[in-house]
């Protein structure tokens, strides 16, 4: 999802890396999770995986920038 959120964003980031997730179940699993990008930098992603039988790519649903290490990740 890397890709992803760097075309729609426009930029590239220096560092991505998860420090923390969560999951909610739908028809399929949303996963919200925190990604330091560089510096001081986080962004909060919203990733959506298909059931297996629909055999589908991971989908970036949405994504908050500007957020900060101390940030709670939360359902969006």
């Known amino acids: 999802v890397r890709s992803q959120l ?3 964003e426009n930029k590239k980031f220096p ?3 998860a420090v923390s997730f969560k999951s909610q179940v739908v028809a399929g699993t949303n996963y919200f999770i925190k990604v ?3 510096d001081e930098d986080f ?3 919203r990733v959506f995986k ?3 039988h629909e055999n589908k790519p991971l ?3 949405n994504y908050q920038t500007n957020k ?3 940030d709670e990740l939360s359902y969006f």
């Open 6 to 8: 760097e075309e729609k």
């Open 15 to 17: 560092v991505f890396k």
């Open 36 to 38: 330091h990008v560089g």
């Open 43 to 45: 962004v909060h992603l």
């Open 50 to 52: 298909s059931l297996p």
């Open 59 to 61: 989908t970036l649903s």
């Open 68 to 70: 900060a290490k101390h």
